[in-house]
């Protein structure tokens, strides 16, 4: 199952206030996101505005995220078939 997210949080930064009340509700992947992303910045000593993105960069990464977006639709599509079998098996029983 995992840490819970203020202890991944710790691990990763130790800067606990990247958990705000807003952002209290995030599944623990963003929040521990969030704290890789504050100590790269903190270790590169550039800002937010200070980094290069370029148009390829942001295209590989909407790809990529389409990719794992349509194959975790797939897999929830192949349990949804699945209970529908085992539901359907055991009603004809």
Do not use: W
């Not at 807003?22 to 100590?39: K, M, P, V, W």
């Not at 200070?50 to 194959?71: F, G, L, P, Q, W």
């Not at 975790?72 to 085992?86: C, G, P, T, V, Y």
């Amino acid at each position: 199952m995992g840490l819970p997210p203020l202890l991944l949080l710790n691990q990763c930064t130790s800067d606990v206030h990247a958990v705000t009340a807003e952002r209290s509700s995030f599944h623990e992947d963003t929040i521990t996101a969030i704290g890789l992303i504050n100590d790269g910045m903190s270790h590169s000593g550039k800002s937010a505005s200070n980094i290069e993105v370029t148009n390829d960069m942001m295209i590989h990464r909407t790809r990529s995220a389409h990719t794992k977006y349509k194959a975790f639709l797939e897999e929830q599509k192949k349990e949804q078939e699945l209970k529908a079998q085992k539901k359907k098996a055991a009603d004809s029983t």
